[in-house]
Structures are given as C-alpha cells and as structure tokens.
C-alpha cells in the first residue's frame, strides 16, 4: 500500500493534461455488453475502477484487453456468463451498470448489490422499478438481484429523482428493448449524454441525453464500435481548484470547460482567471482568493463531487464560506482531516461553515473516500511542510497518475511505499 507525501507552499505552473472521463467510461465500458464483435475504445483513463470493470467483462464471457489510453472488448468463444459476483462488486459501486446490458442481451442478469465509496446510501431501487416497467421479473435473493425477460419492452418510465447510474442502466437496456421508452425526469449529467452518443454509434436511437426526457427506440442487434471517452470534467475541476489553492499560472489540456460551468463560475467569483485557449483552459490566479458559497446540486447544478477540493480550496480564502452538500448526506468524512492541518470548519447537518485561515499546516491525513482523497492533496499543496495522505488507493479509483501530473507543474510531491513510515 502506498502513501503520498506533499511538501505544501509552491504555485503551480506549467501544463497538465486532463484524462478521459472515468464517469463516462465505466458505463460505455458495460454498453459493451450489448454486441459482439470487437469495440475499440479511446481516451480510457489508467485507473482501479476501469481495471475493476476490465476484471467483471471477463468474467462476463468478454476478451478485454486493457491498454489505456485504449482498451479493446470483444466476444470470446466461451458461453457468457450473465452473473457478476459480490467479489467483484463490491469493489465499486458503478458495476450495477452490468445489471441492464445483461438482462436486455441473454433474457436473465445476476448482479450482487453493489459497494464503492461510502459516502451514503444509495439506493438502486430506481433501476429496479425501471427494468420491472420493460418488463422484467425482479427478485433480490442472498444480496443478489435476479432480472429475468424473454425480451424488454419499450415503457415511459418516471424516474422519482434523478439518478445517474439508474438513467444509464435503463437507457442500455432500452437499446436492445422492442418498441420505444421514455425515461423522464433523467439525469442530465455529461456522462448521459456520453453514453447516448455511444449507443446511437451502436445502432440503437437515444434522443434527448443529456435532457430531462430521453426517448430510445430499440433495436433488433446492436454492432460494435470505434469510440473516444469524453475529458474528464471533475478532474479539470480539481486542478483548477489545486490553482486556485496554491496560486499560479496552469494549461489544462483538454479540459471541458462547456461542461464546467457552474464550477468554473464559483472559481471567477473567488478570483481565479480561466479562459479557453483553443481546445485548452488557462487558469491562472494572481491576487487574493475570495470566500464563495456553495450549494451541490443535480447537473447543471454544482457537482457533488467537487465539494470536497472546493473546501479544501476555501480554508485558505479571505473570509467566511458556506458550503451545502444536497446529494449525498455523508460527504464531509473530509472535514476532521482539514481540521486537523488548522483549518476552521464547523458542520451543521448539511452545511459547512468554513472560515479561511492563514496557513494551513502539513499533517499525517486518511483519506475516507475518492473527492475526499483530492481534497487532502490540494490541502497538502498549499500546507507549511510535510503531509503524509494515506489510504491513497481511494484516490487511484478515480486520478490517473495525479501525483505526476502535479509534479509536472512544480508541485513537491511524490508517491511512497507505506511500509516502515511513521
């Protein structure tokens, strides 16, 4: 097990590239499912959770081969195999994603109930309503949920809140489904729309991701694909937070700044400068950084998952934050860690209260979850001398190699072995 060791107080400066989108990858990584034939896909980001996902294709029956930033998934010669053990799940809560290829390709889906990140409940039962509306049987037997049907059919399904893995599962499982389904009240997150992309490249025909209603008319087979993932809109997000953080003067390549907005606009309004510069984003902060507030939520809302390195940026602003968290009701495991290298925070329920000091100071850190893990490193780039953040695995699941790409922009800053430190 590894550690990341951070020697705080310098600007960064330079260029770092923005990976593909994890977010978006995990589940056109499962639409895979829905053909034969080889896919190729592009701009795959080298991360645990997409090596997870290489992991159940093949137990699936699939030949992955994993090469990032390209990964190639093909039909194998033996049987498929549509169960995905609580082994495999557990690992990450994303591979419910399997749940609605599988029942729409083979007629039935074993799928454990899934793990990941615990930041709170989340319930799939979204997904379960919508596969029993197309017409599947539903049971959930010893932790496992057990989807059978002939063959899907077209319904209008009425989320009762957005959701982003229940609106992906359902739309993969309409692409395969006889007959046309509405989803309404969908998730609009980039990744949706991402995935709609993927599968009209398949054959099926999604209108509307990335909207409110999505309306998907099955088809009889589905064909492989050539597709390259989205840039990653959170990670741009956290670098453009480590800059803000620390001061300085970055190129993000390849950053999604349309995806962006309601980040990039809090970040303006705490004095940082981004701009496009053709297919990059400049970001750049010189004078003081301001206090802002911030309340999470749905896209196009302010993303959850950039509350924590928000946060951690806002302990070293001038004055006094409120930050909401609206999504998940466990997302400040983040806040005693800040806490313990001299930031002022105070949490009541869903609100944080965070008063910008000075100087943060480096500290021995664990990481509870994956934002909560970039959170702590920006803290660390900007901390008076050395912090040490551990369980650095849950960071892994979601940056790709982030300790060299900060490093790269003059960050101190390294991965270690834990065994035999303090």
């Not at 034969?36 to 090596?51: A, C, K, Q, T």
């Not at 989320?159 to 509405?182: I, Q, S, Y």
């Not at 496009?276 to 993303?303: I, K, N, S, W």
Request: charge should be negative.
């Amino acid at each position: 097990m590894d550690a990341i060791v951070i020697r705080g107080g310098r600007p960064l400066s330079g260029t770092i590239r923005v990976s593909g989108a994890k977010n978006a990858a995990l589940p056109i990584l499962c639409a895979t499912l829905l053909s034969d034939g080889e896919s190729l896909l592009r701009n795959v980001p080298g991360l645990r959770d997409i090596d997870t996902t290489a992991a159940l294709l093949r137990f699936l029956g699939r030949d992955v081969e994993v090469n990032t930033p390209e990964v190639h998934v093909r039909a194998a010669t033996r049987p498929p195999r549509p169960e995905a053990p609580y082994e495999l799940v557990r690992q990450m809560r994303a591979s419910v994603l399997v749940l609605g290829p599988l029942v729409a390709r083979y007629g039935k889906a074993k799928v454990s109930l899934p793990g990941g990140c615990a930041i709170g409940a989340r319930p799939i039962d979204q997904h379960l309503k919508g596969l029993e509306a197309l017409g599947a049987r539903i049971s959930v037997d010893h932790g496992y949920v057990v989807a059978e049907a002939p063959r899907l059919k077209g319904a209008e399904i009425v989320f009762d809140l957005p959701t982003v893995t229940g609106t992906e599962n359902l739309m993969m499982a309409a692409a395969l489904a006889k007959g046309r389904t509405t989803l309404v009240n969908c998730a609009r997150e980039p990744e949706v729309e991402e995935l709609g992309r993927m599968l009209n490249k398949m054959g099926a025909r999604v209108e509307g991701a990335g909207t409110a209603i999505i309306v998907i008319t099955g088809a009889d087979e589905l064909a492989p694909c050539d597709h390259a993932v989205i840039s990653d809109r959170i990670e741009a997000g956290t670098f453009m937070a480590a800059v803000g953080a620390t001061g300085g003067d970055v190129l993000l390549e390849h950053a999604p700044l349309e995806d962006l907005e309601p980040v990039v606009m809090k970040l303006r309004q705490a004095g940082l400068s981004i701009e496009r510069q053709g297919e990059h984003v400049r970001v750049v902060r010189e004078g003081p950084l301001r206090a802002v507030d911030v309340t999470t939520a749905p896209h196009p809302g302010f993303p959850t998952d950039m509350q924590a390195q928000f946060m951690a940026m806002m302990t070293v602003a001038e004055g006094r934050s409120v930050l909401t968290e609206t999504i998940f009701e466990n997302r400040f495991m983040h806040v005693p860690e800040l806490c313990r290298m001299g930031a002022d925070i105070d949490t009541r329920n869903n609100t944080a209260f965070v008063q910008g000091v000075k100087q943060l100071s480096g500290a021995s850190v664990m990481a509870t979850d994956l934002r909560a893990s970039a959170s702590l490193v920006i803290a660390g780039l900007v901390a008076k001398d050395a912090t040490t953040v551990r369980r650095v695995y849950h960071l892994d699941r979601g940056y790709e190699r982030i300790e060299e790409k900060l490093a790269g922009a003059g960050a101190d800053i390294e991965r270690v072995p834990l065994e035999g430190m303090p």
